[in-house]
């Protein structure tokens, strides 16, 4: 599949499992993606979007979290724990939060999941810089 826009997804892996997440504009969004979600796309309105799912199987079967956490970190130190939401669909669930961006000024998402309570903690960073037209 070649999405475009895809450069912004990134993923990790802890023993069977990978977390696949990915920060993207709002106004990026195709409107019935957009919608569906019910996100209003704002100019300073990043979507982060996290799944997991087996490293074995079929790469379209998502999991659900045993933990999930995500986290903005502005360049002052502040941190604000993003609120995730839920969303089922056929392949399994996602999880959104919205994150408020702000014109060339980087943030920091930091995400710690559990695939299963005993599983092994997967965390990712990433740090983007949005320019706004």
């Known amino acids: ?11 990790v892996e802890a023993g069977e499992h990978r977390l696949h997440y990915a920060l993207v504009m709002t106004r990026d969004l195709p409107s019935e993606i957009a919608g569906s979600y019910g996100i209003v796309p704002r100019r300073n309105l990043a979507l982060l979007t996290i799944t997991l799912a087996s490293r074995n199987a079929d790469a379209g079967t998502r999991l659900a979290a045993a933990e999930l956490a995500a986290t903005s970190v502005l ?15 056929s392949g399994g669930p996602s999880y959104l939060a919205t994150v408020e961006v702000r014109h060339r000024v980087p943030v920091t998402i930091e995400i710690r999941a559990r695939a299963t309570p005993a599983g092994p903690e997967m965390t990712a960073r990433t740090t983007r810089e949005f320019h706004f037209e």
């Not at 599949?1 to 993923?11: K, L, M, P």
């Not at 360049?75 to 669909?89: I, M, Y």
């Open 75 to 89: 360049l002052t130190g502040q941190r604000q724990e993003l609120a995730l939401s839920r969303h089922d669909a």
């Open 1 to 11: 599949e070649g999405d475009e826009g895809s450069a912004d997804a990134a993923f």
